[in-house]
């Protein structure tokens, strides 16, 4: 049985060369709890990144 | 008493104005000459061209901010620079013309100790026939992102009924800001399916990028799931889910009502139909002039053929295979005159940071390189630095902010909705690759990341009233970074 996540994609179409995010993935995009970590994480990846930057 | 003027009062310029002001104190003089009575968190133009912010959301009064500064502030366009003053005048001067403060049409010489061009870009609709005839939008100015909304949920009342094409990208084959146009598709798929019309809309991405993913900076590799994967991959993973079909490699040259042809990298020749188009203009240089002291035209020693400044680059570097990142500048001096700099936008590049490329009929197709926000602020305060100084008596730029040596992090929002929005939040280190100290990808793999999600709008979202704070200068204004 095909997975709903890649129902819409085409045989030997650009989009069948990629990858695509399972049910779980998306989810895991909009979960409030894990979303709001990543939030954190990002943000002092880009702190670092600032700091990195300026001379 | 020096003076300082600024040219331009965008993102770069305004950083660099206010900064030296801060620092310069009432001791010298910062004067700042841009033809916009408004400033606008251009970023942001996007959700005005979904119609999910308006435009008092995205622009403030430039008056007031500079008033409460102490910045003395010329409603104006830089119209010409004359390095070495006139006959009439011994010392430096540009010529502005007044675009408002009931002034309009009015000429007049401002003089300077030292000028920060930060003129941005000339919107360059001509560049593509029928790309200037209204016949499709662009998200570039605030203004424009209104009337893009309007156009759209035209389309979008008619997809209630029958199906509807949309076509978003680039309007030439050498423009830049893919960015926003990858920002603007992904905006209205969301907003398409929120309205319930998403599958009576086609919506195609067009763009002179060789792949989806190199955003005018040769893609960039990150590392995920124990691979370090190309942004290819991520960004054909993206508009597959989204469903978005794409045509990559293709110069738009010519745009009729409903229709734009194009040429593709490989030679052949297309054609799309669309009701509802947004294509991104190639940049310029805004047309700025230079004189010598008689008179006599020098503008081809301060500006490249494009019209941006020269600045301490290296522009003879010839070849792709000859590039380096040492190429970039770091001081943003003009090598000929050096009270004179150049920030953002307006500075000429070396060269593409993506690698020029050209169909069989000599059509030159790729991607120019994108001076983002963050550099551009960095740019503006590393030069008002530097001002400062060669003010207070260094002989030399003090400050540097070259794009080899400096990251970006860049949120590219892929719908709006403080539950359901996500966004592309991404680090790269540093902006223009350097092959020599991270051979292979060119880049700091520990520092080149990207992840689309929740958490990436919230910053989105957050950055949009950061900036706009920082901008009015309110309290604690110097304290968020650029």
Known sequence: ?55 | MARLVVMGGGVSGHTAATFAKKWLGNEHEVVVVTPNSQWNWIPSNIWVGVGEMKKEDVVFPLAGVYAKAGIDYRQAKAVSIHPNGSEKNEKAFITIEYTGQNKEGQTEEVTYDYLINATGPKLNFGATPGLDQGYTVSVCTADHAVHANEELQKVFEKAKTKKQKILIGTGHGMCTCQGAAFEYIFNIEHEAKKAGIRDNLDIKWISNESFLGDFGMGGMHLNVGGYTASSKIFAESLYSERKLEWVIGAHVNKVEAGKVYYELLDGTMGEEEFDFAMLIPPFAGVGLKAFNKNGEDITADIFAPNGFMKVDANYNAGAYENWKASDWPRTLQNPTYQNIFAVGIAFAPPHPISKPMSSPNGTQIFPTPPRTGMPSAMMGKAVAHSIVDMIRGASQPTHTACMSEMGAACVASAGKGFFTGTAAAMTVYPVVPDFEKYPGVGRDISMTTGEIGLAGHWIKHLLHFAFIWKAKLKPGWTLIPE
Do not use: D
């Open chain 1, 1 to 55: 049985m095909a997975a709903k996540h890649m129902e819409h994609i085409q045989p030997y179409s650009p989009q069948a060369g990629t990858m695509i995010p399972t049910k779980f993935r998306k989810f895991l995009r909009t979960c409030v709890i894990w979303q709001f970590i990543r939030f954190i994480a990002i943000n002092i990846k880009m702190t670092l990144l600032i700091l990195k930057s300026h001379h």
